[in-house]
């Protein structure tokens, strides 16, 4: 029996993943690193920052992570005070809680972000439990963050669905048993299908959203 509702953020809950790029580009053009649409996606798409940074130069300390992440983040946020939720979303979030389900978010974002984004989507105490991998130590695509969540509402990972746009975050929910929709914002439709999803959606707008217990 379904009884929660699971969501990663960027990229699910809202479309900033032209911003992350546009943000990641632009300071790392700083370090004389250029990157392309296909190199975010393949090595920065859907991973925390912390993996991020040591991935494109191992030589780092870890205070010039922190410097890097931090300026990274600072950004960020100044580009994306205008996002908008993927459409269809406040709807079926409002269906959500109609239903009468337990709701999650579960994310790589570090909490600055998280707190910022939720502000400027008025969702900021719309959900049950707010899962950061930075705070667990331990970030998708490892299960270990499904996992916390799952715990944090005291449910069964076959009474959970999961909505995620990165394949990091499908591997994730996946390993932790939830079954995942697929939100194709960022990724190639057929590269989630590819990946095990129920099925993919576009945006929130799909019609077999709130027919939901039969199609999962």
């Given amino acids: 029996m379904l009884k929660a509702i699971l969501f990663d953020l960027d990229g699910t809950l809202v479309n900033s993943d032209p911003l992350h790029y546009l943000t990641w580009a632009k300071v790392l053009e700083i370090y004389q690193f250029n990157i392309d649409h296909r190199f975010y996606q ?3 798409s859907g991973r925390t920052n912390a993996e991020i940074v040591a991935d ?26 205008d ?6 979303l406040i709807e079926f979030l409002d269906w959500v809680n109609q239903q009468g389900f337990k709701t999650g978010l579960v994310t790589n974002a570090p909490r600055k972000n998280t707190d910022f984004i ?6 900021s105490d719309y959900f049950d439990s707010v899962v950061l991998s930075d705070e667990i130590g331990i970030g998708k695509p490892d299960p270990a963050p499904y996992q916390y969540c799952l715990e944090q509402l005291n449910i ?3 009474e959970a669905i999961t909505f995620e746009d990165s394949p990091s975050g499908i591997r994730s929910a996946m ?42």
């Fill in 175 to 216: 390993a932790a048993g939830i079954k995942t929709i697929g939100v194709a914002s960022t990724h190639n439709p057929n590269s989630l299908k590819d990946l095990g999803v129920a099925f993919v959606i576009e945006d929130f707008n799909h019609s077999d959203l709130q027919k939901i217990n039969a199609k999962i």
């Fill in 83 to 88: 996002l908008q939720p993927l459409p269809g």
């Fill in 42 to 44: 393949t090595r920065i």
């Fill in 156 to 158: 069964l990972p076959e």
């Fill in 56 to 81: 494109l130069f191992p030589e780092f300390s870890d205070e010039d992570i922190v410097k890097m992440v931090d300026l990274k983040e600072l950004k960020f946020r100044e580009l994306a005070i």
């Fill in 118 to 123: 939720l502000e400027i989507l008025k969702l």
